[in-house]
């Protein structure tokens, strides 16, 4: 008896099955991948350290000495040797741990932009308006008018009064509104590059100071008292920053300087720039940190209670606010800045202001040292 064949029903019709024919061409093969070249697969691998017997022959990359062996910084990814002194930016301090040259750090890139919705979530602007033809949420905001202007000016006095008492005066924010997101941007990018959070306060953990530690009645001798007006400018000042008014600054990246800021509108004279913020810290704990933005908050009668702010995980824009090189006449003649420390409601906060009018596209400087002369500047640029 014959083998039974399957059956399947098409249409009203039997047609028997049958196994499928094989191509008379073969398949066409896919197409070759292409390799990217090795010099992309190397930017974007992870590196190793990897112990030489031998460093004697290291020598710098941009002076070509290899003296001063103590000060001869050797990259972590390309082994390259580069001196504290010779690298831009500068290395003020030992690194602690692995280090990357300028190239291999990737910290030459260009500055990129964010998006207005990117930057309300970022800084946490608080107050904003609705647009109701693009329905988003604009930091347009209402700028003083000239009438205003002249009876804040009719309230406070003379010009020579207030020249005599020195107060600090408010920052003009940009008209601009694009101008201003691109500000806040350039901000932005550079917290960002660095793996830092924006902060407009100082923060205290809770392995580090506590905030019952910064109290201006510990200070060695002292410490100056904000005055009434002068807190006004302030929380006036503070208020325009939530509601995305920010100073007429930009940050700019230099090969040289590297993060510095530059007054994108003009600035007047005792103008208030930036608080200095971040993380407040025992200034014993930080003795041997290779931050090089630390800043002085408190010097207490005991050593073991003075404080520094650390920015590091934390910070604004004063973060990347150049020092000057306080040992040459050219050095001083940048500074067009001040860092000043004040008793603010009985604790210790830190201000920088401007000393002189300060031009549009002019790079921000100040003395790191105040009146302590305890950092080294010599090798500023």
């Given at each position: 008896m014959a083998p039974a064949q399957r059956l399947i029903r098409f249409s009203g019709t039997l047609r028997r099955t049958e196994a499928p024919r094989r191509p008379s061409t073969p398949p066409p093969s896919p197409p070759p991948k292409k390799l990217k070249p090795l010099s992309e697969v190397m930017a974007k691998a992870g590196f190793a350290v990897v112990e030489k017997n031998d460093y004697s022959n290291v020598s710098c990359e941009q002076c070509g000495s290899g003296e001063r062996g103590d000060e001869l910084l050797l990259c972590d990814k390309c082994d390259r040797g580069f001196h504290m002194k010779c690298v831009r930016p500068i290395v003020v301090r030992v690194p602690i741990g692995s280090w990357l040259c300028p190239n291999c750090s990737g910290h030459h890139r260009r500055l990129r932009s964010f998006s207005q919705k990117k930057i309300i979530d970022f800084f946490r602007i608080q107050k904003c308006s609705r647009d109701k033809k693009k329905d988003k949420c604009s930091m347009i905001s209402p700028m003083p008018s000239p009438q205003d202007a002249r009876k804040r000016r009719r309230r406070s006095g003379s010009l020579v009064l207030q020249k005599k008492r020195r107060r600090l005066l408010p920052f003009v924010p940009t008209e601009d509104t694009s101008q201003r997101l691109k500000q806040m941007s350039s901000l932005a990018s550079a917290l960002t590059a660095l793996h830092m959070e924006f902060s407009d306060d100082l923060t205290y953990m809770h392995d580090m100071a506590p905030r019952s530690a910064n109290k201006a009645k510990f200070e060695n001798g002292g410490m100056q008292v904000l005055s009434k007006e002068d807190s006004e400018t302030l929380e006036q000042c503070r208020a325009m920053c939530k509601r995305g008014e920010c100073p007429p600054l930009i940050v700019v990246f230099d090969s040289c300087e590297g993060y510095t800021v530059e007054a994108d509108g003009q600035i007047k004279d005792m103008t208030f720039i930036a608080e200095y913020t971040g993380n407040v810290d025992y200034l014993k704990n930080r003795e041997h940190d290779d931050c090089d933005s630390m800043m002085t908050l408190l010097?207490?009668?005991?050593?073991?209670?003075?404080?520094?702010?650390?920015?590091?995980?934390?910070?604004?824009?004063?973060?990347?606010?150049n020092g000057i090189n306080n040992h040459t006449p050219e050095g001083r003649k940048k500074q067009n800045c001040k860092c000043v420390r004040y008793s603010v409601n009985g604790e210790c906060r830190v201000f920088l202001v401007a000393t002189r009018d300060i031009a549009k596209g002019e790079r921000l400087y100040y003395d790191y040292n105040g009146y302590e002369h305890e950092y080294p500047t010599h090798h500023f640029v």
């Open positions: 010097l207490a009668t005991n050593p073991s209670k003075s404080l520094v702010i650390c920015p590091d995980k934390r910070g604004n824009i004063a973060r990347f606010i």
